[in-house]
């Protein structure tokens, strides 16, 4: 399978957001990234139900909801029914991650868990057959436009491993400062999605730029 772009709508004109998710519709891209931030697990709101909802009515493409809020459980029910496909919540906000992840799945929704840059992937060794997305950030969560960690690339590679020897199929996502330089290295240590959020939609042409994300080709700028 070649890898996925999904774009960040965070980063999109949210006073024109019909026209960024035609956008997404129309290009290469494969999944929409939505970021859900609470304002207590990461320092900075974002958007919830109503908004995510409008972006339904046009989004045409998987809906792969990232949740950077506390206590996630509250709301699995709720986000399937705004429209989410895919659900990751933070290994770092949840007490009960197995009951988290099976409560996903009950919805009829795929089960994601987000790492932050501390945390290490052997934390998911116990649960990586439970899981069907791993999204390692490569900032800290709560912001667009941060330099992505180059200690990213390792942890994709032991990730990789560690699917590999559970015999799991899960896919691994990357979400922070995704850029034509570190995209290709990312994709040959193993990851199977990239995120983009400010490269795509702060480009001069952001289905060119999506088109470079999905081919790992990009043309001098
Ligand atoms: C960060 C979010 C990311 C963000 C990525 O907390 O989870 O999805 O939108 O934005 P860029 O690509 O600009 O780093
Ligand atoms: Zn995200």
Redesign the pocket.
């Known amino acids: 399978m070649s890898h996925l772009i999904a774009p960040?709508?965070?980063?999109a004109d949210f006073a024109n957001l019909q026209k960024d998710c035609e956008m997404v519709n129309d290009s290469q891209a494969d999944w929409f990234?939505i970021?859900v931030?609470d304002g207590v697990f990461?320092p900075?709101i974002s958007f919830g139900m109503p908004v995510i909802k409008a972006i339904k009515k046009h989004a045409k493409k998987t809906m792969d909801v990232?949740l950077?809020i506390v206590d996630p459980d509250r709301y699995i029910k709720t986000f399937k029914e705004v429209g989410a496909d895919i659900l990751t919540v933070h290994y770092e906000a949840c007490t009960h991650l197995h009951i988290t992840l099976q409560a996903i799945k009950a919805e009829g929704m795929q089960a994601g868990v987000?790492l932050n840059p501390h945390t290490s992937v052997d934390l998911l060794k116990d649960t990586i057959k439970d899981i069907d997305l791993v999204?390692i950030?490569?900032?800290?969560?709560?912001?667009?436009?941060?330099s992505?960690i180059e200690n990213t690339y390792d942890k994709v590679r032991e990730l990789k491993s560690l699917i590999e020897s559970k015999g799991a199929d899960t896919k691994i996502e990357i979400?922070?400062?995704?850029?034509s330089q570190n995209a290709p290295k990312l994709i040959e240590a193993g990851a199977d999605v990239l995120?983009?959020?400010?490269?795509?939609?702060?480009s001069e042409n952001p289905m060119d730029t999506i088109i470079g994300l999905k081919n790992c080709y990009f043309p001098l700028r």
């Open positions: 960040s709508i965070l980063a990234h970021d931030m990461v900075n990232h950077m987000a999204c950030m490569s900032v800290n969560p709560g912001f667009g436009g941060q992505f979400d922070g400062g995704v850029n995120v983009a959020g400010s490269f795509v939609f702060r």
